[in-house]
């Protein structure tokens, strides 16, 4: 087997320019990765922008393959989508952040929202509340501390939104729409579904200062989620003059490299737990 392994490796590698890695190569490989401890997450703080205070982390996923080292996300999460691991690599995600969270919790650190990405699959999956109630209560981690950062893509199919969306509601977890913006925006859905809290996709912030457009579409986002009355976050802020110009615009939390990149617990724990102290 590992032979065969060998040979559709150095069958591939021609293809391989470094940066896209074949996807045969790592299918195969996500397989072992769950098992094998080679996941890890890592954890990106929300920052009060009138207080500089923390007030939540998000949970991003790490895959440190034991050939290829590091591979982003965005490159491995699709495979797993499409084999079906993304439903156990997804619990297994919600687990450990909450496991952290509860840690976290207990040396005194917070009260933090843990923000955890759905995938499309875990979106659609049939007893979704139903296992994030047991994982919370394993942890030990009070349902109001857990956000799930849903995409718009997700609301297209409305009725299956409504009746998973009021399932995680009824558990008392809270609902963040993802990359806002980005996608197929309906302002339907926002009439309709429990959601809590709109995140402004980051392609919006990067030009803000000098694109009017932008800079109109993240006011006029700010308004609409202030009427009607769902908290709003900018992501990928990455200078003090967009800092800046979302708090003039009354968008109060924030996330972005200006702050920090995602960290690992002990990184976290090491640069941050005086702004956490409760
Ligand atoms: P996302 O949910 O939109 O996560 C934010 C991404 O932006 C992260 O990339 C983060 O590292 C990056 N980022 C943070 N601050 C800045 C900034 O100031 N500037 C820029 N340019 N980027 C910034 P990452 O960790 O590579 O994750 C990429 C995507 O992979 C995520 O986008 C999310 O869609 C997906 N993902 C990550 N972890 C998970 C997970 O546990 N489950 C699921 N379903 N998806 C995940
Ligand atoms: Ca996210
Ligand atoms: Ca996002
Ligand atoms: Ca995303």
Redesign the pocket.
Known sequence: EAKQKKSLKQFFQPFMDGKALNRLVLENDLFEALQQNQLS??Y?PQVNLITGRIEGL?????WRHPQHGWI???QF?PIAEDTGL?IP??EW?LRSACQQAKLWQESGLGPLDIA????TR?FYAQNLAETIGEILEEAGVHPANLEL?I?ESMMMNVEHAQTTLQALKKLGCKIAI??FGKGYSSLYYLRHLPIDRL?I??SFI?DLEHNHRDDTIVSTIISMAEHLQLEVIA????TIQQSEALRRKQCYRA????FS??LTPELFVQQFSRLMIS
């Open positions: 997450l890592v990106q998000e949970a991003l996923l790490r982003p996300p965005d999460i993304m690599i997804g995600v955890v990405n759905l995938s875990q950062e995409t993802d990359d995140k996709d980051r990067r992501e990928g802020v990455e996330q972005g490299y200006l990149p995602p």
